[in-house]
């Protein structure tokens, strides 16, 4: 103690020791300051995400979509990040961030399967696909109970450019799939699809990416199954794949009430499918279509009606319809239809039957093959013209109500990932599928963000950047003004 207070007094006595405790101190000072004021600044721009967004592509700034989204959300969202040990995405955890500030109801956390492995067996996704892997996003909402797995395929996508072959530009999706699957978990009720099954339809495995646009889209999918006693939704639409044996009479009578209570139908069939199903044959037309068999072969002679030298592949051209009025206008009418099935529509339809075509082949023939030969060339007696290869049908019941049938004569469009990604299929059927059902799918229009900087031109440099760079050389020459007149004093 004594030698204390002696240093202290000879602090006291000293001058310079003593302005330098003084120093010394309000450093101590200020420094504790700026690190209060630091942590402070963390905690506000946590919780209330005042980060702003200078990225090249805005990733993590939110639309005026998502802003209504969260404003209206009334039930609570709890979403699990699920990082690996690097520490995860952190555009997604900074988007996460901002979420939890807009609304109340949004509650986020970080997790680790390492430490929580009970989130693999807690949580499980509608589509029965989706798992919780040690990189994904899991979005859940208790009231309704209801769950969205994301993982990275539902944040980043390519755009296919047919010309040259290549995907050749990338855009982010984090705000889209995010705010879907908020909006999906929390709302009460969500559109279904019915899938028929028990004729030999196309299995789950074979529909697997046709499900995963579904599921995607955030509709819900239930598999149907009449000879097993289910019962049919008037209220969903019925999707029917390419069926291999004929239906029962009780399925036929089944499917007629089904439309009676103005039930709509989803059929996709394959050329080679069978075209002696008298049952199916009949439900078909009572709508007023009949199939054609064989395979649609473009003429070659009609070379934007057929991709590259492949006339099997056909590009047909999509009519100006009230179904397909928004996709035509969004400029989404390019399809790829890989072995395609036509279709007739006699000229006497049932009564209170109305039939649209929506798709036709340019010039083309029909190959049936019932010569013996595999050759695809046009041969004599094949018949010839423009075809519908996808057909739209209303029909009025007695008691009133309107049953609608949409057909088309491909499936490959909508179960090959190669043609998803290279075509307008999934506009195309979800258009298909929001006009049968009269239901908007969980589908917002939020835009993508590209995920490649453009080159710097001169044309993209703005006044702000400009100013920037100009700043320091008026400096610098200001100095030389001045300081040359000076250079001999």
Same mark, same amino acid.
């Given at each position: 103690m004594k030698r204390l207070r002696a240093a202290i007094e000879k602090i006291k006595q000293n001058r310079a020791l003593r302005c330098g405790a003084v120093s010394a101190a309000l450093t101590a000072a200020v420094a504790a300051l700026?690190?209060?004021?630091? +942590?402070?600044?963390?905690?506000?721009?946590? /919780?209330?995400? &005042?980060r702003a967004d200078f990225s090249f592509n805005g990733v993590t700034t939110q639309s005026a979509v998502t802003d209504a989204v969260l404003a209206q959300l009334d039930k609570d969202v709890?979403?699990? +990040?699920?990082?690996? +040990?690097?520490?995860?995405? +952190?555009?997604?955890? =900074? &988007?996460?961030?901002?979420?939890?500030?807009?609304s109340r109801h949004i509650v986020w956390s970080r997790e680790s399967l390492l430490k929580n492995p009970v989130l693999q067996?807690?949580?499980a996704d509608l589509s029965g696909d989706r798992q919780v892997t040690d990189d994904c996003l899991i979005v859940t909402c208790p009231q309704t109970g209801r769950t969205r797995i994301l993982n990275e395929n539902d944040y980043y996508v390519y755009s296919y450019n047919m010309d040259s072959g290549? *995907?050749?530009?990338?855009? *982010?999706?984090?705000?889209?799939? &995010?705010?879907e699957a908020v909006l999906y978990v929390s709302q009460d009720e969500i559109p279904r699809i019915q899938v028929l099954s028990g004729h030999g339809e196309l299995t789950q495995s074979d529909v697997a990416a046709l499900e995963d646009t579904l599921v995607t889209a955030n509709y819900e999918i239930r598999r149907v199954n009449l000879s097993a006693g289910d019962e049919l939704d008037a209220k969903s639409p019925l999707m029917i794949l390419s069926p291999r044996y004929d239906l029962s009479e009780e399925d036929l009578a089944a499917l007629e009430r089904f439309a009676n209570q103005g039930g709509s139908f989803f059929v996709a069939v394959q050329y080679a499918d069978p075209t002696d199903l008298s049952r199916f044959n009949a439900l078909l037309r009572a709508y007023g279509i009949e199939m054609l068999p064989g395979l649609v072969i473009a003429q070659e002679s009609d070379s934007g009606s057929y991709y590259a030298d492949q006339p099997v592949y056909l590009m047909p051209y999509m009519q100006e319809t009230d179904v397909t009025a928004p996709l035509l206008s969004a400029g989404k009418d390019i399809l790829l239809l890989g072995g395609a099935r036509a279709f007739q529509l006699p000229a006497l339809a049932p009564e209170g039957v109305q039939r649209t075509p929506l798709l036709l082949t340019g010039e083309a023939y029909i190959r049936r093959f019932t010569d013996g030969l595999d050759d695809i060339s046009k041969q004599p007696g094949d018949q010839e013209g423009v075809f519908p290869v996808a057909v739209w049908s209303d029909r009025m019941s007695e008691e009133?109500?309107? =049953? /609608?049938?949409?057909?088309?004569?491909?499936?490959?469009?909508?179960?090959d990932y190669w043609v998803q990604n290279s075509t307008d299929a999934n506009a195309f059927l979800?258009?298909? &599928? /929001? =006009?049968?059902?009269?239901?908007?799918p969980v589908n917002l229009n939020i835009l993508p963000k590209t995920a490649l900087r453009q080159g710097l031109s001169l044309g993209s440099l703005t006044p702000a950047v400009i100013a920037v760079v100009m700043l320091p050389l008026l400096v610098l020459l200001v100095a030389l003004l001045v300081l040359l007149p000076r250079k001999n004093l």
């Open positions: 700026i690190l209060l004021i630091g +942590a402070g600044a963390d905690a506000l721009e946590s /919780r209330f995400a &005042l709890r979403i699990y +990040a699920v990082v690996p +040990a690097d520490g995860g995405d +952190a555009t997604l955890l =900074s &988007l996460l961030e901002r979420y939890g500030a807009r067996n807690q949580f290549a *995907f050749d530009e990338a855009y *982010f999706t984090y705000e889209k799939s &995010l705010t009133g109500r309107v =049953s /609608r049938l949409f057909i088309v004569g491909n499936v490959s469009m909508f179960v979800l258009q298909m &599928l /929001r =006009s049968l059902q009269g239901e908007t």
